[in-house]
């Protein structure tokens, strides 16, 4: 149970309800031979496409919806490109609350939609895009009624979503040379920077790791500095033109010595297919980002491949089971006989 495992770093009180879908205690994987391949010499992987619904998203929901309950909240709205409506509507579930999500049109990958209306969410399609989603939800919680908001805003959110940071820590023991993780509303890259600040605040690391933020090209605002109107990109997690988290985001990386950068939708979809052929674990397109974008800043010099890095993949790849898609093969046919069978193998 996260908010048991972490009740010293998380704002809870003798009333917040110990809710829980088991989520945390995901895995760090070592992966040598995807490291070989961007030229990173002690690369892990941090699984958290391994919670309940599938993202890193509950770790902070598990958080917000406890606080939301202990508060008197009779209903959670969201704003949603997928992974929070999908995190959002389970743990409401779970709750006994209502839960409401806001998406943009046509821009949702259909894995995450069907997680949350299979949770039972209220989901309202607007027609606008991800930013527009966000506004309407700070209105609708600005109205009180019992009705609290989860997105990224929520600095509950923040606390769940830092305990990863302790996790690497406890796994490696310290904390890497890099951290590096996709960055799109930039909530995950401002709470894993909490998260080892407090780490080494309390003791149990000794330094920070320099952070390394990925965007994807035609939604990179916070490389470009300016809001992106109408952004574009496979990688739908990240789609997101105005991020709430700008200003901590930027802190994370000025504060850490680090940086971030974009990668192009072709980058995205080879480190995607790389990360399962090489390193086994199958991810959504925006976990792929951190990978595409170490491979050129290594390779430029930006980033030190000889260092411990940790790269955050944040979703599971049947999140996006479309795009995914082009990885189906050839489907071999052969008769019935170890023969036909050696046959086919070509061996």
Same mark, same amino acid.
């Given at each position: 149970?996260?908010?048991?495992?972490?009740?010293?770093?998380?704002?809870? %009180?003798?009333?917040?309800?110990?809710?829980?879908?088991?989520?945390?205690?995901?895995?760090?994987?070592?992966?040598?031979?995807?490291?070989?391949?961007?030229?990173?010499?002690?690369?892990?992987?941090?699984?958290?496409?391994?919670?309940?619904?599938?993202?890193?998203?509950?770790?902070?929901?598990?958080?917000?919806?406890?606080?939301?309950?202990?508060?008197?909240?009779?209903?959670?709205?969201?704003?949603? %490109?997928?992974?929070?409506?999908?995190?959002?509507?389970?743990?409401?579930?779970?709750?006994?609350?209502?839960?409401?999500?806001?998406?943009?049109?046509?821009?949702?990958?259909?894995?995450?939609?069907?997680?949350?209306?299979?949770?039972?969410?209220?989901?309202?399609?607007?027609?606008?895009?991800?930013?527009?989603?966000?506004?309407?939800?700070?209105?609708?919680?600005?109205?009180?009624?019992?009705?609290?908001?989860?997105?990224?805003?929520?600095?509950?959110?923040?606390?769940?979503?830092?305990?990863?940071?302790?996790?690497?820590?406890?796994?490696?023991?310290?904390?890497?040379?890099?951290?590096?993780?996709?960055?799109?509303?930039?909530?995950?890259?401002?709470?894993?920077?909490?998260?080892?600040?407090?780490?080494?605040?309390?003791?149990?690391?000794?330094?920070?790791?320099?952070?390394?933020?990925?965007?994807?090209?035609?939604?990179?605002?916070?490389?470009?500095?300016?809001?992106?109107?109408?952004?574009? %990109?496979?990688?739908?997690?990240?789609?997101?033109?105005?991020?709430?988290?700008?200003?901590?985001?930027?802190?994370?990386?000025?504060?850490?010595?680090?940086?971030?950068?974009?990668?192009?939708?072709?980058?995205?979809?080879?480190?995607?297919?790389?990360?399962?052929?090489?390193?086994?674990?199958?991810?959504?397109?925006?976990?792929?980002?951190?990978?595409?974008?170490?491979?050129?800043?290594?390779?430029?010099?930006?980033?030190?491949?000889?260092?411990?890095?940790?790269?955050?993949?944040?979703?599971?790849?049947?999140?996006?089971?479309?795009?995914?898609?082009?990885?189906?093969?050839?489907?071999?046919?052969?008769?019935?006989?170890?023969?036909?069978?050696?046959?086919?193998?070509?061996?």
């Amino acid at each position: 149970m996260l908010m048991e495992r972490f009740r010293s770093v998380l704002p809870l %009180t003798a009333a917040t309800p110990m809710l829980t879908l088991g989520e945390g205690a995901t895995p760090l994987v070592r992966a040598p031979r995807l490291g070989a391949s961007i030229g990173a010499s002690d690369l892990w992987l941090k699984v958290e496409g391994a919670n309940p619904t599938g993202s890193f998203k509950d770790r902070g929901m598990v958080v917000a919806v406890a606080k939301a309950l202990e508060s008197g909240a009779r209903a959670v709205v969201c704003a949603s %490109t997928g992974n929070t409506s999908a995190s959002a509507a389970a743990y409401a579930a779970a709750a006994g609350i209502e839960a409401v999500v806001l998406l943009p049109a046509g821009k949702i990958a259909a894995g995450k939609l069907l997680q949350a209306f299979a949770a039972g969410a209220k989901v309202i399609s607007i027609r606008g895009n991800f930013d527009d989603a966000l506004e309407i939800v700070r209105e609708l919680g600005a109205g009180g009624g019992g009705v609290e908001i989860v997105n990224s805003i929520n600095p509950h959110r923040i606390a769940g979503q830092a305990t990863a940071a302790h996790e690497i820590v406890a796994d490696l023991g310290d904390a890497p040379d890099v951290l590096a993780l996709p960055v799109g509303n930039a909530g995950n890259i401002s709470a894993y920077w909490r998260g080892f600040t407090d780490a080494v605040a309390a003791g149990s690391s000794t330094r920070r790791p320099r952070m390394i933020g990925l965007q994807a090209a035609g939604a990179a605002p916070l490389v470009s500095g300016v809001p992106v109107s109408n952004p574009e %990109t496979i990688a739908t997690a990240i789609r997101i033109g105005k991020p709430a988290s700008w200003d901590a985001a930027i802190a994370a990386r000025d504060e850490s010595g680090g940086l971030i950068d974009s990668v192009t939708d072709a980058e995205i979809l080879r480190a995607q297919e790389e990360i399962i052929r090489l390193g086994g674990i199958f991810v959504e397109p925006a976990c792929a980002a951190p990978i595409a974008g170490l491979r050129n800043l290594i390779a430029s010099g930006r980033v030190d491949g000889s260092g411990r890095i940790v790269a955050v993949m944040t979703g599971f790849g049947l999140k996006d089971p479309e795009t995914a898609s082009r990885l189906i093969g050839e489907i071999r046919e052969a008769d019935a006989t170890l023969a036909g069978v050696r046959a086919a193998l070509g061996w």
